[in-house]
Nanobody, 123 residues
Framework: EVQLQASGGGLVQAGGSLRLSCAVS????????MSWIRQVPGKEREVVSC?????????YADSVKGRFTISSDSNTENEVFLQMNSLKPEDTAVYYC???????????????WGQGTLVTVSS
């Protein structure tokens, strides 16, 4: 059974940093792409970043380029991280980790989702 568990959200002031973590189990991690997808109430979901485990390639939405960094650790436990720096109020959202068969900026390409973790950035 595929399971994803996201954590690390919280309240931070604008300009601050947070690190999100996603623990992954039940999949062949090296063959999949992992993503962080966020949703603001009333707005469409946005793929913030994703990484392909097969070749390490990454994608970042324009809105987070230069501020967010996705990384993974498959040495001990399958985990994916999202380091978020220089946070802005517009980064406030529920952040989900999700996995799918390939690197994609489209949320519909991800099959398994973890529960969300709320990030709130105050101005």
């Amino acid at each position: 059974e595929v399971q994803l568990q996201a954590s690390g959200g919280g309240l931070v002031q604008a300009g601050g940093s947070l690190r999100l973590s996603c623990a992954v189990s039940g999949i062949t991690f090296d063959d999949y792409a992992m993503s962080w997808i966020r949703q603001v109430p009333g707005k469409e979901r946005e793929v913030v970043s994703c990484t392909s485990k097969s070749d390490g390639s990454t994608y970042y939405a324009d809105s987070v380029k230069g501020r967010f960094t996705i990384s993974s650790d498959s040495n001990t436990e399958n985990e994916v991280f999202l380091q978020m720096n220089s946070l802005k109020p517009e980064d406030t959202a529920v952040y989900y980790c999700a996995d799918g068969p390939r690197l994609s900026p489209r949320e519909n390409d991800y099959d398994y989702w973890g529960q969300g973790t709320l990030v709130t950035v105050s101005s």
